[in-house]
C-alpha cells in the first residue's frame, strides 16, 4: 500500500482520473523513496502494517507510521517529478522556501556529525 493514495496524487497533480495511473506510479515511487531516505527511516502506511514489518523483522530502525506532514512532502516531491520530467530545462527554478525537506525534517532521524 503506497502512503500517498492514487485520487491524492492525481488531484495533487490536476490530471485527470483517466491519466494512467502506471506512469504516476512510478513517480509516487521515486518520491516516497526520497522522502524515506531523507527520514533516515521507513514509514508505512498503517499502524497494522508497521507491526507486520516489526514481527518480519524488516521494519529497520525508528520506523513510523506515516502522517500528513510527510504526505504532503511526498506530495511535493511527487508534483516535482512530475512537471520536471526531462533531465534540462530552459527556465529557472527554485526550491520553495516551505519546501518537502522542512515538513520531513521534524521526523529524521540519525543525523550524525
Known amino acids: 500500500m503506497a502512503l500517498v493514495e492514487m485520487a491524492q ?3 495533487h497533480l490536476r490530471v485527470d482520473e483517466d491519466y494512467p495511473d502506471d506512469q504516476l506510479a512510478i513517480y509516487v515511487g521515486a518520491a516516497e523513496e526520497q522522502a524515506q531516505e531523507f527520514l533516515n527511516r ?3 502506511a498503517t499502524a497494522e502494517m508497521l507491526a507486520a514489518a516489526v514481527l518480519a523483522n524488516i521494519a529497520g530502525s525508528d520506523p513510523m507510521v506515516v502522517n ?3 504526505r504532503a512532502a511526498i506530495l511535493l516531491i511527487l508534483g516535482h517529478l512530475h512537471a520536471n520530467r526531462e533531465a534540462v530545462t530552459s527556465h529557472q527554478t527554485y526550491e ?4 518537502s525537506r522542512s ?3 521534524p521526523f529524521r532521524v ?3 556529525v
Open 96 to 99: 520553495l522556501p516551505m519546501g
Open 42 to 44: 521507513r514509514v508505512y
Open 103 to 105: 515538513l520531513l525534517w
Open 68 to 70: 500528513d506532514s510527510i
Open 9 to 11: 496524487v492525481k488531484a
Open 110 to 112: 540519525g543525523l550524525g
